[in-house]
């Protein structure tokens, strides 16, 4: 089974904190996403990495910034945290190749608000 | 540019009710994987079904079907018998060809269904 964890389910910072999120999966997948979920506007990408070290900006990465040190690990940073960039985000992992479009494998989320 | 949408926002069914979420997607590409996922009220969205645009048979799996029609560019879904377990969020995805198995997701459809 493909595991994809986050490192908080909830987190609360203050405006203007470094803020971190961690995701991890463990089944040797090249891709891996980051979402903010939000009411009535669905999932929408934040960065996406392809391999280790490589990142590529979403539709919305204004704000964040990503680091792909290891293949296994994806993390999301925000700068300095804004009151609208409370939101629930969702990291996804998937695999590439076999000549087909793979669907990806998605964590449990976490809540973050800003303050 | 894809474009999913998923016009009902919100339906509630009573258990054992037959219900259909629908799904309409614009793209340009001739190549192109249509995705349904579950979110439950856990937040972990969970993987349903891929179909590719060269396969326009439905599917069936137990209660869940899929119903997919390029001349009317939709992808419905349809859940027979309905379930206190099916309450959940449900979305209706695109490949995104930009690259690295990118979906772009509909605003999503919450099924509630009574008991």
């Known amino acids: 089974d493909v595991k994809v964890t986050q490192s908080s389910r909830y987190l609360v910072k203050r405006t203007g904190e470094k803020v971190f999120l961690e995701c991890v999966q463990d089944?040797?997948?090249?891709?891996m996403f980051w979402y903010r979920q939000d009411p009535g506007l669905g999932l929408r990408l934040i960065y996406f990495s392809y391999d280790v070290k490589m990142k590529e900006k979403g539709d919305i990465p204004e704000g964040y910034s990503v680091s792909r040190e290891k293949k296994e690990r994806f993390s999301l940073i925000l700068e300095s945290a804004s009151t609208n960039q409370t939101s629930m985000y969702l990291c996804a992992s998937s695999l590439t190749g076999g000549g087909s479009y793979n669907e990806q494998f998605f964590g449990p989320g976490t809540r973050l608000t800003v303050l | 540019a894809q474009k999913v949408t998923q016009a009902q926002t919100e339906i509630s069914v009573v258990e054992k009710e037959d219900v259909t979420l629908d799904c309409v997607y614009e793209t340009r590409d001739t190549t192109y994987y249509l995705f349904w996922y579950k979110q439950p009220p856990s937040g972990e969205l969970v993987f349903l079904i891929r179909?590719?645009?060269?396969?326009?048979q439905n599917e069936i799996s137990g209660r869940y079907s899929w119903n997919f029609q390029k001349s009317t560019s939709s992808f419905n879904f349809t859940i027979t018998a309905s379930q206190v377990v099916d309450s959940a969020v449900y979305f209706c995805a695109l490949s995104d060809l930009s690259g690295a198995n990118n979906l772009f997701f509909g605003t999503g459809t919450r099924l509630t269904v009574i008991p």
């Open positions: 089944m040797d997948h090249e891709n």
């Open positions: 179909r590719n645009s060269f396969d326009e």
